[in-house]
């Protein structure tokens, strides 16, 4: 919660104090740049649960206790910007992530369909991929920063397999779900060449969950074309569709 606040803190002083500062000054300068490319490594903290139901055969799994994945780890994202009349842009990410473990349960577990008992020795793996892309509209953009609209869709793919060798059981369960997703971004340039940065994207889908992507970052370009950024990013995507149930919550420090 506390971290949250810290993003939400970043959020407001982005997005709430441009609205009274930038009137004073030529809001309708675009930024100096066409493409901006950006690697970023991203060490979340894992706090996840799913549930795989087949023939009413499935409980809920804690990823980190029932299977012993790595509670924190990180992985590296690729991003992608253009910018075009002035105002417009087109943003692409690309964020691979896998968890692997090795681990002898303390408590029996269902999945898809299968029963892995106490005591077995089950071997388990999570790939998932996030793939962004979409549309932003800055109405406000100068020397001071920025203020803009995103339409995303972000296509989440993800597997999860375990195996236990001396049951004989290996399951595994695939899906690939494209998500429609609104926001806001915004920057705040206090200095020439630093800023924070602030962007929100979302989707509330009722009774089957809902996605949150949320992230601030201070933003340092010393020399041009050149620069360096850290900050905090929180995730979340909660479905529940029929029987089967996954929260995927990922939060902690990304740096380049």
Known sequence: MERM???LGVVVLVFIFPAFSWAQFDLWNAEGYNIELEGRYWYPKLD?????VDNNIGTSINLVNDLGFNEQQGFGEARLQIKFFDRNKFNFSCLPMKWEADQVLTQAIQFNGQTYT????????????LFKAGYE?????????????TFDVMVADTQIQLKAPTLAIDETHNATVPIPMIGISGRLNFLKWMGLTARVSGLPAGGYGYVLDAEGSLDINPVKYVGISGGYRFFQAKATYQDNKADYKLDGPMWP
């Open 5 to 7: 606040k810290i993003i």
């Open 48 to 52: 996840s649960t799913v549930k795989i």
């Open 118 to 129: 106490a005591g077995t020795q089950v071997q388990s793996r999570l790939d998932m991929k």
């Open 137 to 149: 509209f800055d109405f406000i953009a100068g020397n001071y920063g920025f203020l803009g609209a």
